[in-house]
């Protein structure tokens, strides 16, 4: 009888952010192809139409801090499914820029948003609470909520920089991260 030969599965997800850093694996081109070689692409934001999280993944890599309890949630899940988390991205791995809002309440984003800019027509000053995700106290990176294996700063880090770590990492080798990758003179 022939071997099974089980495909390694790699998911991506995101939570805050900007899907810069999922436009940064896109930018790998071709070499997106190479990447997964015998892998199988199992949960994807924007290439595949997947809103369930798969039972079982060997590799993930998150975009996005964490602003509000779904995304706690969506870490959560991951984390228990995922043999290896990777955190991509400035937002992922520090909060990046939606970390500034941490300057100000919840109470204060949320009247700005939907109260008192100038575009917004909303007279009685609801604040919508029904089916959206609760904000969470602050803006937090990956890692304040679930252990994560690897990071990759930068925004967003470079294709070859997310090529490199995964293909270490799917080899079973520590990934290099090149300094010169993250704030080039
Ligand atoms: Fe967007 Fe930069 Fe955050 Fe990635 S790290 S999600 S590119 S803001």
Redesign the pocket.
């Known amino acids: 009888m022939k071997g099974v030969v089980r495909l390694v599965k790699i998911a991506t997800t995101w939570l805050c ?5 999922h436009v940064s694996v896109l930018d790998l081109h071709e070499r997106l192809l190479d990447l997964l070689g015998d892998a199988e692409l199992v949960h994807c934001p924007v290439l595949m139409d997947t809103k369930e999280i798969p039972e079982d993944v060997d590799v993930v890599l998150i ?2 801090g964490i602003r509000n309890e779904e995304n706690v949630e969506v870490a959560e899940e991951f984390r228990e499914r995922a043999e290896i988390v990777v955190a991509v ?3 992922a791995c520090y909060g ?2 939606p970390g500034l809002a941490n300057l100000y309440s919840n109470e204060e984003l949320l009247r700005t948003v939907y109260v008192e800019t100038a575009s917004t027509e909303n007279e009685d000053g609801v604040i919508p609470s029904e089916d959206v995700p609760e904000l969470t106290w602050r803006v937090r990176p990956l890692s304040d909520v679930i252990d994560v294996d690897y990071e990759l700063p930068g ?2 880090p470079e294709p070859d920089l997310i090529a490199d770590a995964v293909t270490a990492i799917l080899d079973g080798r520590e990934p290099e991260l090149s300094t010169t990758n993250l704030c080039e003179e």
């Open positions: 952010c900007c899907s810069g850093c975009e996005g991205g400035t937002c990046g820029v925004c967003p």
